[in-house]
């Protein structure tokens, strides 16, 4: 994917994919904001088919955000029982069942989520790219897994992880790229969510303050500009440094951006500070 320049930050902000029919960005919501189906296609229980059901929840929490009503469709071959409980131990929000579904609600647009080389459905197409387990049991060449059975056996043995762990881990590549599931980038996710959430729950203390425009703009520029869910993690990391931003404001800021992320980074509130 070539890069593109990032819209200002007072840009009409409206969420643009690259469809992957043509490589080009095109508008994921109708003019009207008219409900939009959002369909993710499966075929199996494996890393790869799992990050598909996540980035289709990325899209479908992104264009809620944004306003605009959201049929979100799984249309699997198999497995969907072991992948509907894998997915929904990461935070994916229930998908209705999509098989032999048609156009029955007068959805004003269709977006499939898809793997890389996969199906070919008619309408805008968004690839995800596979995902390869690193260690003992690595899974095959395509993307297929060997034998796991919940979001613990999806990581790579003997390095289960909190399904948020592994939420993060699949988060932290663009999705055209892919990605390599192993005990460095586990590691390196859960020590980023341990400290975002210890952080999150010392902000809480600290007097509440809104979100810097700035901030709010940069994180809305993110993802709408092809779901760069990468871009909004950058932002976070840099809120977090940044001395000029009050605690309170990296609070709302945190809070606001897991509305995407679904990372649950308010786990911790409560917590001494």
Known sequence: MTARARPGAYARLVLRIT?????????????????????????????????????????????????????????????????????????????????????????AQVLHVVREGGETPEGVRVAVAPVHREGPGDDAPDGTDNGATGPAGLTAPPHPAEPAVLRLALLARPRSSPLRLGPAALDEAADTLGRWRGAVAGWAHRPSRPIPDTVRADLRAAWEDDLDVVGVLRVLHAVERDPEVPDGARFETYAYADRLLGLDLTRDLGSPA
């Open 19 to 107: 469809d992957a029919r043509t490589g080009e960005l095109v508008d994921a919501t109708p003019a009207r904001r008219g409900l939009t189906r959002v369909e993710a296609r499966t075929h199996g229980f494996d890393p790869t088919n799992l990050r598909v059901l996540l980035v289709a929840d990325l899209l479908v929490r992104a264009l809620e955000l944004g306003g605009t009503p959201v049929w979100a469709l799984l249309d699997g071959e198999r497995d969907l029982p072991e992948l509907r409980a894998a997915g929904a131990a990461l935070g994916v929000r229930p998908f209705e069942d999509g098989r032999d579904v048609g156009t029955g609600l007068g959805e």
